[in-house]
């Protein structure tokens, strides 16, 4: 009997893992997974949406172009681990973008996205076919589920992919008649992927299109009227000196809860207004109080001497 292989955590075919020797009745044993039909993992490794998604692509036709692992399993491989398929209720299954004449079997965890494929949609990455940066932005723009998905969806993938908006926009005019492009079109006004998360994301879009305030600066530098850095607050509304921050669960550790203490301190030396913000928040009608009523407060006061500028953030 074999042990574990060489490379752990690449799962290989069926008929793969015969060809390197391993025996038909080792590959049924319980040593080996098996995640979908055909193809085989150990069962000792942790099944990351590495390989996941690798998995996935072991189950495309040999012909080259006419299917992909795409989506968030595209992205991941491309680079963006950020992007993994994990949802508050699991994991999400693997998007393949597949030529609509071909077929495929139907597997759990996989989902097929019936589409054409041009040869530069196509790209390798760890061995796999994957869809191109661009085409698998466009495809997780325009699988989203509505407006605020859309936008915070093509936020993450720009930023993790380092794709420019307006390559994104070219090659979705390109393809203008196809399904989903009217919410692709409708979100890019609202893009911005400075932002680093998806919740501060969420954030903008909350002040924007629900408390309608004007649209702020994402992460820009803020410095005093020396020109002595206070820090990137995640939204600032330029005019008025209203700042926005989101506090994940990493701000309630003490040496960032500190470090975010005094910085808010600098900020409101600087005649800034801060309106601070939670998961629990995003959801709420009074975080839309708290930024009306905070912009109100911003407005009345004296416009300090700080200056903010958008500089390249670094990756």
């Known amino acids: 009997m074999h042990g574990p292989p060489d490379d752990i955590s690449t799962p290989r ?5 015969l060809e390197v020797g391993l025996s038909a009745t080792e590959l049924r044993g319980p040593l080996w997974d098996a995640p979908w039909r055909g193809v085989r993992v150990w069962a000792g490794s942790d099944v990351t949406p590495a390989i996941r998604a690798t998995a996935a692509g072991l189950l495309l036709p040999d012909d080259g172009g006419t299917g992909a692992v795409g989506g968030w399993g595209a992205a991941h491989l491309l680079g963006a681990t950020e992007i993994d398929g994990l949802a508050a209720n699991g994991a999400t299954p693997v998007p393949v973008p ?12 996989i989902v097929l996205w019936r589409s054409q494929l041009a040869a530069d949609d ?19 723009g325009r699988h989203a589920r509505g407006i605020w998905d859309c936008v915070i969806t093509l936020d993450q993938a720009l930023r993790c992919l380092d794709l420019p908006l307006d390559q994104l926009v070219a090659y979705t005019e390109r393809h203008g008649r196809w399904r989903g492009v009217p919410l692709l079109r409708a979100a890019f ?14 954030l903008r879009l909350v002040w ?3 408390a309608g305030l004007p649209v702020p600066q994402v992460n820009p530098e803020l410095s005093d009227g020396r020109g002595r ?4 607050p995640d939204l600032l509304e330029e005019d008025t000196g209203l ?4 506090d994940g669960g990493q701000h ?3 040496g960032n809860h500190t470090a975010d203490n005094v910085r808010e301190e600098a900020f409101e030396r600087e005649d800034l207004t801060v309106v601070r913000a939670t998961s629990l928040d995003l959801g709420g009608i009074r975080l839309v109080r708290r930024l009306r009523a905070g912009h109100a407060d911003a407005a009345r006061r004296p416009r300090g001497t700080w200056v903010s500028v958008e500089r390249p953030l670094r990756r």
């Open 13 to 17: 075919t069926y008929q793969a893992a």
């Open 98 to 109: 597949l030529y609509p004449t071909h077929r495929l079997r139907p597997r759990r965890g």
């Open 122 to 140: 196509i790209v390798v990455a760890d061995g796999v076919r994957v869809t191109s940066k661009v085409r698998t932005a466009f495809d997780l």
């Open 189 to 202: 006004p609202l893009v911005n992927p400075r932002s680093r998360s998806r919740p501060e994301s969420r």
């Open 208 to 210: 924007i299109l629900d």
């Open 229 to 232: 850095l206070l820090g990137l």
């Open 243 to 246: 700042v926005g921050e989101y």
């Open 252 to 254: 309630r550790e003490l």
